[in-house]
């Protein structure tokens, strides 16, 4: 058996898929699921909401959260599914160092569609998320920073599965699901 403790990461870009395959993955493996959204908005509710420097701050404080999360179930020895919008240039050394503490073996899902799609996704569901996202006031921001590919796959040294969910019709969750679960074993 190995000394690695298998995880899965469900990254890409905003409005890509990731909570939705994410869930889908932790309900059928039922396995622990470490969300941002679901951090952040639990930070929102105990905090309040305010305007974009708030929500921004509270943004960049779930990462720590996330990663201590992620240590704990690490240290435990316990598999776990992660759903971040991480930017590669900090996540892949706060992997790194967590990674010589608590080894894992990383399958990461990487979401992505056209930015054209993901914006149009965005800017739709601005009024149904949690009010301190204030995505409606945000849609340049995010159109700017997909336009820059701002959220890319992470380099964890492990097998990646890019997931184009351009049209959810056609996403293969059942083989996603199986792919995860052949990692586990």
Not at 47 to 68: C, N, Q, V
Not at 137 to 164: C, F, M, S, Y
Request: glycine content about 6%; aromatic content about 10%; proline content about 5%.
């Amino acid at each position: 058996m190995s000394s690695e403790t298998p995880i899965i990461l469900v990254t890409g870009p905003p409005a890509s898929g990731k909570s939705t395959l994410a869930e889908r993955i932790a309900r059928e493996l039922r396995l622990p699921l470490i969300a941002k959204d679901v951090i952040k908005e639990t930070l929102f509710d105990a905090f309040g909401t305010r305007d974009r420097e708030w929500s921004k701050w509270l943004g960049g404080a779930t990462y720590p959260l996330i990663f201590r999360f992620l240590e704990v179930q690490l240290a435990a020895g316990r598999s776990v599914v992660v759903d971040a919008t991480f930017g590669p240039e900090i996540a892949n050394a706060e992997f790194e160092r967590l990674k010589t503490r608590y080894p894992f073996r990383a399958l990461q899902m990487y979401c992505f569609a056209p930015n054209e799609v993901l914006y149009e996704r965005y800017a739709d569901r601005a009024a149904e998320r949690h009010p301190g996202h204030v995505d409606s006031q945000i849609l340049d921001e995010v159109k700017a920073q997909l336009e820059e590919n701002r959220w890319q796959p992470l380099d964890l040294g492990g097998e990646t599965i890019k997931v184009d969910t351009s049209n959810f019709g056609s996403v293969d969750f059942e083989g996603l699901v199986n792919a995860a679960s052949n990692h586990l074993s």
